[in-house]
């Protein structure tokens, strides 16, 4: 049923390149585990052993947090339609944030959607699939654009502020790379 792989084959790409949404786990070494759904078109497959996201401007920080103290990171891919698959992508990950210069060598890969606020990339060491029976079917309707519009209304500006407000720190007290990059600015 499950198989484990050293990196990522063509068949998981294509499996990866098919899904509308995709899960992301972190932990620090003390405090909550954080599980995050992604939504529209934001994940990169940079090479069989490295992926890549664009992360947008939300509520929390938690994964930027957490892998400014560890580095341990898992991505999960879910078939809701046709044969069921769960992948799994662990690896090392860090945040690139946009004023560095490895920024300027991994944004290329992406269309900047309103809200973007950092890039996630990881090194991946172990790709995991399993079967995936129990997974209920569901169907697609369609991308949700509220944050994309909400990221709009609130321009660079009012971007940066909330930012500052809700992304600096995690909800155990981590400060994230967006909370220090503000420190230093001081």
């Known amino acids: 049923m499950g198989s484990t792989f050293q990196s990522i084959l063509p068949e998981h790409e294509t499996f990866i390149n098919e899904q509308r949404m995709f899960f992301v786990g972190t932990a620090a070494s003390n405090g909550h585990v954080n599980i ?3 939504g529209h078109d934001v994940l990169r497959i940079l090479s069989p052993n490295k992926v890549a996201y664009l992360d947008l401007t939300g509520s929390g920080n938690e994964t930027s947090a957490h892998l400014s103290e560890s580095n341990r990171i ?5 078939s809701f339609q046709g044969k069921p698959l769960i992948l799994r992508l662990y690896g090392n990950g860090k945040v690139i944030l946009p004023n560095s210069e490895e920024w300027r060598e991994v944004v290329t890969y992406f269309n900047l959607l309103p809200g973007y606020r950092q890039i996630i ?3 991946i060491d172990c790709v995991k699939t399993s079967c995936g ?16 519009e909400w990221a709009t209304n609130k321009g660079e500006e009012g971007l ?14 981590i400060i994230t790379p967006i909370g220090k990059s503000l420190i230093e600015e001081v």
Do not use: A, C, H
């Open 36 to 38: 995050s759904p992604k």
């Open 74 to 78: 898992t991505f999960m891919f879910v």
């Open 121 to 123: 990339i990881s090194e």
């Open 133 to 148: 029976f129990s997974v209920p079917l569901y169907s697609f309707e369609g991308e949700r654009n509220l944050l994309i």
């Open 160 to 173: 940066n502020q909330y930012r500052k407000n809700k992304n600096s720190i995690s909800m155990d007290g």
